[in-house]
């Protein structure tokens, strides 16, 4: 059964950081490539960042770029966000997610970042 959990959200000031972690299991998480979605109430899900299977290659939206890195260990089956310089427009819920070998798309249950002083 495939599980992805996230976890390290939580309440920063602008211009702070936090890190979110992303806990896989259930597939083989080496062979595919991970993303982070985002959501806030109101708009539509927005793809973040994307890392290759081997954590080689990374993407990340025009929005967050110089500010977020996504990485990822294989050998623990994890995935992580690093966000700097957060900015009260990153509000949102914050989503892993991959795409299996038939193009089902999986999702975490999410986990909170609010960027508020």
């Known amino acids: 059964q495939v599980q992805l959990v996230e976890s390290g959200g939580g309440l920063v000031q602008p211009g702070g950081s936090l890190t979110l972690s992303c806990a896989a299991s259930g597939f083989s998480f080496n062979y595919y490539a991970m993303r982070w979605y985002r959501q806030s109430p109101g708009k539509e899900r927005e793809l973040v960042a994307t890392?290759?299977?081997?954590?080689?290659?990374?993407k990340y939206a025009d929005s967050v770029k110089g500010r977020f890195t996504v990485s990822r260990d294989n050998g623990k089956n994890m995935v992580y966000l690093q966000m700097n310089s957060l900015k009260p427009e990153d509000t949102a819920v914050y989503y892993c997610?991959?795409?299996?070998?038939?193009?089902?798309?999986?999702w975490g249950k999410g986990t909170q970042v609010t960027v508020s002083s």
């Open positions: 997610n991959y795409r299996d070998y038939v193009d089902m798309e999986h």
């Open positions: 890392i290759t299977s081997g954590g080689g290659a990374t």
